[in-house]
């Protein structure tokens, strides 16, 4: 089966623009969750999304949005970036992780640099 | 509280050597602990995991161990080839079903 697919790859954008990335979970799974990754911090929780509602949140400023979508296909949106935003954002999908179902699998990340 | 504390940040070991790499969680109802590991460039893998029911688990030449009471668990990896050079990542739930992640460990295993 397919795997967890997040476009784009890669991305360069200017400090104050905004960006969006985008997530297709498993098929089947209804849970995705956004991570940012920097070498500094590690992976850091921005938010979780189960059927189209958001039902975690990390410690991150109100720039850092999400959504999901009916198909259980996610997008996060960042406004107003910012230098610090550079980082590997990283989306995990799994059926249902308040159910013990944990089994996340990550995509392959959006590496956003912000210049 | 939600940490997740990974130590060591960094590890060397030669080839064939063994490696431990422990986790401490704060959130006493985590009840599911993973381990991903990272090769460079790519993205997280799961290798194995346990849940709170069991003490040990073993897949060839890794295995995680937990000790609820202490709230610590590890991971252990025998023989340890070259190829298993990459960053090791612990994780536990919160009591809101979300996945915290430790610091990551940089395993580096010289030939």
């Known amino acids: 089966k397919a795997g967890v697919t997040q476009t784009p790859r890669y991305l360069i954008k200017t400090r104050g623009q905004q960006v969006t990335l985008s997530c297709s979970p498993i098929s089947g799974h209804r849970s995705v969750s956004w991570y940012q990754q920097t070498p500094g911090q590690g992976l850091q929780f921005l938010f979780e999304y189960f059927s189209e509602t958001q039902r975690n949140k990390g410690n991150f400023p109100g720039r850092f949005s999400g959504r999901q979508f009916s198909n259980s296909r996610s997008e996060m949106n960042v406004s107003t970036l910012e230098l610090g935003d550079s980082a590997l954002y990283l989306c995990?999908?799994?059926?249902?992780?308040?159910?013990?179902?944990?089994?996340?699998?990550f995509g392959s990340g959006t590496r956003l640099t912000v210049v | 509280g939600e940490n997740v504390e990974q130590h060591p940040s960094t590890l060397s070991v030669q080839e064939g050597d063994s490696a431990v790499i422990k986790c401490t969680y704060s959130d006493s109802a985590s009840n599911y602990f993973p381990w991903y590991k990272q090769e460079l460039g790519k993205r997280p893998q799961l290798i194995i995991d346990i849940r709170s029911n069991v003490g040990e688990k073993k897949d060839q030449r890794i295995a995680v161990t937990l000790n609820k009471t202490a709230k610590h668990f590890s991971l252990h990896i025998t023989e340890t080839q070259p190829e298993d050079s990459a960053v090791y990542f612990c994780?536990?739930?919160?009591?809101?079903?979300?996945?915290?992640f430790g610091q990551g460990t940089i395993l580096t295993v010289h030939p």
């Open positions: 995990a999908s799994s059926l249902n992780p308040r159910e013990g179902s944990y089994g996340y699998t």
């Open positions: 994780a536990a739930p919160t009591s809101y079903g979300k996945l915290t």
